[in-house]
């Protein structure tokens, strides 16, 4: 079924045709018609399936037929959690957009305001932006929201497990009545639908990360290795495989400066990817990984969040994930738009929880392989499928503290900036609970930043 029997206009239809995309994926021939129709709606989608188009079309597409009538107002806000994914995201909508006209500003922390402000006050019909930058460009009066017609949360359990849910509640109760909610996530967890429950009047709902959690073209395999060994076998695997390209994810931005320093020592130049490094740095770093000057990038997995790179032949846990849906979204970066990919996990023995939680979210077991020369010394047992985990974080460095948040409470009592009514005066904000998950460091530098 090609774009132009979504109800899309012949300019939108000939900007994706340009881009090369004959017909559209599940989530986005599900989507688009839901919302041209004007509904509200909650869609959970993995990464790779298109989701961003998914939303971005149709905003298009009747932002189109109007424009911003004053300035330093909006007409559509897509927020999210990181700056690379709002880069992302506002490349999506000048690529689409490119025939129509409109106007769109990726708006995040770590770079010069002035010029921010100036695009506002330009016009601009589509702004992407992270919670804390808009927050505080709001209360300097460099935006406006009552003309906004359309609100996208992407990735809102991202967003959740960096502790934004205080920014967005503000964010949501500065916005006018009448305003279509479009929320996607790659799942739909308990606060995500608590959140959703509480701003998103009668949606319409679409899952398909349930049964495309382990896509047929991703190749999956992991190596049981000792924890002191990784760093050698990421070595071997690199220089005997002759890999061309990888995203290699760790858990911390100091465990990512350390596996550069131990490639570099064995003839690998590599690269770290983190929260710590300036924006401009990161930026950088992401075109030189998509021109292919840089062929293996050390990322932590809250920085990566946004990271979009075509015909990624392979990405490698290095540290295995949790939560088990983490695991989904991280092998997403490869094998996207139906194209082939790797995804390669090496377990040590203290990660066979963490691997029980990830192959039964999967379904099935990963294929383990051995690699002469790395047998571990600790064997790591059979995998135990539908395992039912006692602890939140089974790999919690002890060194970290759980960061304690109160609970937000009830919505009632609303700052009524617009002087409306309160959405759902009665119902509960969700309680995200304490972060124990390891990466307090990363969430609170990339949230300090994004502010």
């Known amino acids: 079924m090609p774009f132009s029997k979504l109800g899309l206009s012949e300019s939108l239809t000939k900007a994706v045709n340009e881009l090369g995309y004959s017909e559209p994926t599940t989530i986005q021939a599900k989507a688009i018609p839901v919302v041209l129709q004007g509904q509200n709606l909650i869609a959970a989608a993995q990464t790779g399936t298109g989701k961003t188009a998914s939303f971005v079309l149709p905003i298009l597409e009747k932002l189109s037929k109007g424009e911003t009538k004053r300035k330093k107002r909006i007409r559509a806000l897509i927020l999210v959690p990181t700056r690379e994914l709002a880069i992302q995201v506002e490349e999506k909508i000048t690529q689409y957009g490119k025939h129509t006209g409109l106007t769109s500003l990726a708006m995040y922390g770590g770079v010069d305001e002035q010029q921010q402000k100036q695009r506002l006050i330009e016009g601009v019909d589509v702004l992407v932006a992270t ?130 320093s131990q490639l570099e020592k064995r003839g690998i130049a590599a690269e770290a990817f983190h929260s710590g490094r300036s924006q401009a740095i990161r930026a950088q770093l992401l075109e030189d990984f998509k021109a292919g000057s840089i062929k293996y990038l050390i990322a932590t997995g809250v920085a990566a969040r946004g990271i979009d790179i075509e015909d990624l032949s392979r990405v490698v846990n290095y540290d295995l994930p949790f939560p088990a849906d983490e695991y989904v979204h991280r092998i997403g970066r490869t094998g996207r738009a139906n194209a082939t990919g790797e995804a390669i996990s090496f377990v040590s023995k203290d990660n066979f929880k963490n691997l029980c939680m990830i192959e039964s979210r999967l379904g099935h077991l990963i294929e383990r392989r051995e690699v002469e020369g790395f047998a571990p010394k600790k064997p790591v047992p059979v995998t135990i499928l539908n395992y039912v985990p006692k602890t939140k974080h089974v790999d919690q460095d002890p060194t970290d503290k759980p960061q304690k948040r109160a609970n937000p409470g009830n919505r009632s009592n609303r700052n009524n900036t617009n002087n409306r009514k309160p959405r759902s005066a009665s119902k509960a904000k969700p309680n995200t609970g304490n972060r124990t998950d390891g990466r307090k460091d990363s969430r609170q530098a990339v949230r300090k930043a994004d502010k």
């Open 131 to 260: 919670p804390g930058r808009l927050i505080d460009m709001y209360g300097r009066r460099a935006v406006y929201f009552e003309e906004v017609e359309m609100v996208v949360l992407d990735e809102a359990d991202r967003m959740l497990d960096m502790g934004f849910i205080d920014d967005i509640e503000k964010i949501l109760d500065r916005l006018p009545e009448n305003i279509q909610f479009l929320l996607f996530s790659a799942t739909l967890s308990r606060k995500v639908r608590d959140l959703a429950k509480s701003v998103v009047e009668n949606p319409h709902e679409i899952t398909i990360a349930a049964n495309q959690a382990s896509k047929s073209n991703i190749e999956q395999w992991l190596i049981t290795v000792d924890k002191d060994k990784k760093s050698a076998l990421l070595s071997h695997l690199i220089q005997e495989k002759q890999w061309d390209q990888a995203l290699i994810f760790i858990e911390t931005k100091h465990g990512a400066a350390k596996l550069v």
